[in-house]
């Protein structure tokens, strides 16, 4: 991967956060809704989108955890009906996804043993989520607005079963429990990005069966 051009871009992050407050209940036809799907919801492939919007490229390297970021049309079908897009796991779960960010564009802090990171935050970093202790996170929501103290507030588009909301407290709750684990990435203001051509005999969809 020596070969393979790096460049910076920037995130535009208030252009980020403008599509998730737009887009977080009003899902945007040119991806697949991941909430119909029976998954869990679309909080990740949400957030990827707004990451998208503000700036980051698709990476296309190689398939692995730190090497790939990306959606693929097939077809141009609202919503992904004819069920053929792919995308990458780094896209579509959040715990892959924060691998990735990590690996590439910023980084990381544990909110929870240490609260005072949060204030540290900058409107569209993305903060993760696991209420069950199962050593993964389960949900992903992006920063979108700060109260006069500067305490993050975030937007999610969907949290099976719960719906879609707005500007929430960065703790969350879900089905009344706590998170057991918070953690966020600070991303770049200026990420480096690879201008790779996707090869698609190499790169393998998250959902194996639309191969």
Same mark, same amino acid.
């Given at each position: 991967?020596?070969?393979?051009?790096?460049?910076?871009?920037?995130?535009?992050?208030?252009?980020?956060?403008?599509?998730?407050?737009?887009?977080?209940?009003?899902?945007?036809?040119?991806?697949? *809704?991941? #909430?119909?799907?029976?998954?869990?919801?679309?909080?990740? *492939? %949400?957030?990827?989108?707004?990451?998208?919007?503000?700036?980051?490229?698709?990476?296309?390297?190689?398939?692995?955890?730190?090497?790939?970021?990306?959606?693929? &049309?097939?077809?141009?079908?609202? %919503?992904?009906?004819?069920? #053929?897009?792919?995308?990458? +796991?780094?896209?579509?779960?959040?715990?892959?996804?924060?691998?990735?960010?990590?690996?590439?564009?910023?980084?990381?802090?544990?909110?929870?043993?240490?609260?005072?990171?949060?204030?540290?935050?900058?409107?569209?970093?993305?903060?993760?989520?696991?209420?069950?202790?199962?050593?993964? %996170?389960?949900?992903?929501?992006?920063?979108?607005?700060?109260?006069? &103290?500067?305490?993050?507030?975030?937007?999610?588009?969907?949290?099976?079963?719960?719906?879609?909301? @707005?500007?929430?407290?960065?703790?969350? @709750?879900?089905? @009344?429990?706590?998170?057991? @684990?918070?953690?966020?990435?600070?991303? #770049?203001?200026?990420?480096?990005? &690879?201008?790779?051509?996707?090869?698609?005999?190499?790169?393998?969809? +998250?959902?194996?069966?639309?191969?």
């Amino acid at each position: 991967m020596s070969n393979i051009l790096q460049v910076r871009t920037r995130y535009d992050r208030r252009r980020a956060v403008r599509y998730a407050l737009s887009r977080y209940n009003d899902p945007n036809p040119k991806f697949a *809704n991941m #909430d119909t799907m029976g998954g869990g919801g679309d909080c990740t *492939n %949400f957030t990827s989108q707004c990451l998208l919007v503000g700036g980051l490229k698709m990476d296309f390297r190689q398939t692995g955890q730190e090497t790939e970021w990306w959606y693929r &049309y097939v077809t141009r079908e609202p %919503f992904d009906r004819n069920n #053929d897009d792919w995308w990458s +796991c780094t896209w579509s779960l959040p715990e892959t996804q924060l691998r990735y960010l990590a690996a590439n564009h910023g980084q990381t802090g544990d909110l929870l043993e240490n609260p005072a990171l949060a204030k540290r935050l900058s409107l569209g970093d993305i903060i993760y989520y696991d209420w069950y202790g199962e050593g993964r %996170f389960g949900h992903s929501a992006i920063v979108t607005a700060f109260n006069r &103290y500067h305490v993050p507030y975030v937007t999610y588009r969907t949290l099976a079963p719960l719906r879609p909301r @707005r500007n929430l407290h960065w703790r969350l @709750r879900h089905r @009344r429990r706590d998170a057991v @684990r918070i953690w966020a990435i600070h991303l #770049d203001n200026q990420p480096v990005v &690879y201008e790779q051509a996707p090869d698609w005999s190499k790169l393998v969809p +998250c959902d194996q069966s639309r191969k």
